[in-house]
């Protein structure tokens, strides 16, 4: 089982790693991308094709269009309240709801410019990635649900496949990208500090009324 202490310190972590990146990458002025970001920005403009640019179109609606605000989430809260798992459901929705707040703040906070010939619309900020946090969210959240290891490793190739579909499109720098990392699975991990064991708890009393006594 998870403890709760090493949750809480490693999401504590994670948040304050974004906080230090974002300010790390902007000290030298909002619209001074680092040279990292740069090299990375001029490899994904070299490979936009319009095959390419097709699938991060797809990705940017599945990862932060209505599917991702409505239907995935919905779709979630409903099958957890279908099965009689309410609590998991309140987890998911607390944690889905902070992950939000936490990147529109920095986004305020850091205030960095976007890429130049960015593909597609998005608001204001480009620090950190709100579409690859969304998916570190609904990664992290998955595994801390369903703690097997194809659940983790479909979570970090859904969140790879985000952050590399936003910087495909030049709507992100890669250190973007990171930064909605280490959002998503930070916000994740504190909230379950908090949560878990209240998630988890049916369960676990199930499971003791079905042990036989030898």
Known sequence: ????????????????????????????????????????????VGI????????????????GGWVA???VPLAVLAALFLTRRWRAA?????????????VQLLKLLFGRSRPE???????????????TANAATIAAIAVLLVPRLWVILLGVLWI???????????????TDTIGGMLVGVGTVLIVGAIMLAWVRRPRIAADAAHTVEP
């Open 1 to 44: 089982m998870t403890r709760r202490p090493a949750l809480l310190w490693w999401g504590i972590g994670s948040l304050l790693a974004a906080l230090a990146l974002g300010a790390a990458i902007t000290a030298p002025g909002p619209d001074v991308p680092s040279t990292i970001d740069s090299g990375w920005n001029q490899l994904m």
């Open 160 to 174: 790879l496949t985000m952050a590399f579909s936003r910087t495909l499109l030049s709507v992100h720098w890669l």
């Open 69 to 71: 605000t409505y239907l």
């Open 117 to 131: 010939g960015m593909l597609v619309l998005s608001d204001y900020g480009s620090f950190p990635s709100g579409h």
């Open 90 to 102: 309140i987890f998911v929705a607390v944690s889905l709801l902070a992950s939000v707040a936490v």
């Open 48 to 63: 936009q094709s319009p095959a390419m640019v097709g699938f991060g179109e797809v990705m940017n609606v599945v990862g």
